[in-house]
């Protein structure tokens, strides 16, 4: 189905937290893929059904490892844990190393996780770098979500990515792949959505403000804790819902011509 990267320009706006919170909103069942190039936060976390930590040999390394062999029946599913909650998982790497050390198999994993039979995967891209190794991820998207504070240097920095990364998302092309940007913000501060989007048009920036993601200190502690029961009801939670559902709408005109049998 559609391959969607969640990431931020600069600092901590809770990348992953926000990537949890969207997957327990999605609006079809979703897998939460971590490709944190900095190491991933997923299975330092959560724990299985059982109570158990996810097993640090399966995910993306053996993803990784599969696609490297050459393999000519690579499933996603064979490489996914179930955590507490039902949400299924793709762990990601402890290290930057593991990282680079996939190498161009990240093109194949790219192409892989956007095919995935009745599921979308989310990928929890952290912190995006000029370089990074997942930039095949980027390029092979339906659709990327910038996660942003509105403040001077969260925009300036926003910014400044977006346009480093015009190419890459072939900015200005029927290929180009959707951007959206939330804003990590008080609830009550949703009057910021306008000014943003205006703000971005001034910088001629072909970029969709989806809304905000809700700081709520309690209610991420419980999506970091893996306690989504207590979260369900938070603004977070509601703000995340209303930002999954624009996103997943935000994708390209060649998936939505798929979808809807265009040629």
Not at 69 to 82: A, I
Request: charged share 20%; proline share 6%.
């Amino acid at each position: 189905m559609g391959l969607y990267v969640i990431a931020s320009a600069k600092g901590s706006p809770g990348v992953t937290t926000t990537a949890v919170a969207l997957a327990g909103a999605w609006p079809v069942e979703p897998v939460l893929a971590d490709l944190d190039p900095a190491g991933g936060d997923v299975a330092l976390r959560y724990r299985d059904e059982a109570g158990a930590p996810l097993d640090p040999d399966r995910g993306l390394l053996s993803l990784g490892a599969a696609v490297r062999r050459g393999s000519s029946d690579v499933r996603l599913s064979d490489h996914v844990q179930h955590v507490s909650g039902g949400l299924e998982v793709l762990a990601g790497v402890s290290s930057p190393s593991q990282v680079q050390g996939l190498g161009p198999a990240w093109l194949h994993l790219a192409r892989a996780m956007r095919v995935v039979p009745d599921r979308d995967v989310i990928a929890d891209c952290g912190r995006l770098m000029p370089g990074s190794a997942t930039l095949p991820v980027l390029q092979h998207a339906d659709a990327v979500l910038m996660l942003a504070r509105p403040t001077i240097e969260g925009l300036s920095h926003l910014r400044e990515r977006l346009h480093s990364f015009s190419e890459t998302l072939q900015f200005g092309t029927y290929e180009a792949v959707p951007v959206g940007v939330a804003l990590v913000t008080p609830y009550r501060d949703s009057g910021v959505v306008g000014e943003v989007q205006a703000i971005l048009d001034r910088s001629r920036l072909p970029v969709s403000v989806l809304g905000i993601i809700a700081e709520d200190e309690k209610a991420a502690e419980a999506i970091r804790i893996g306690d989504g029961r207590r979260a369900r009801k938070s603004l977070l939670m509601r703000s995340a819902a209303d930002v999954a559902d624009r996103l997943h709408r935000l994708t390209r005109p060649q998936a939505q011509n798929a979808e809807w049998g265009v040629a």
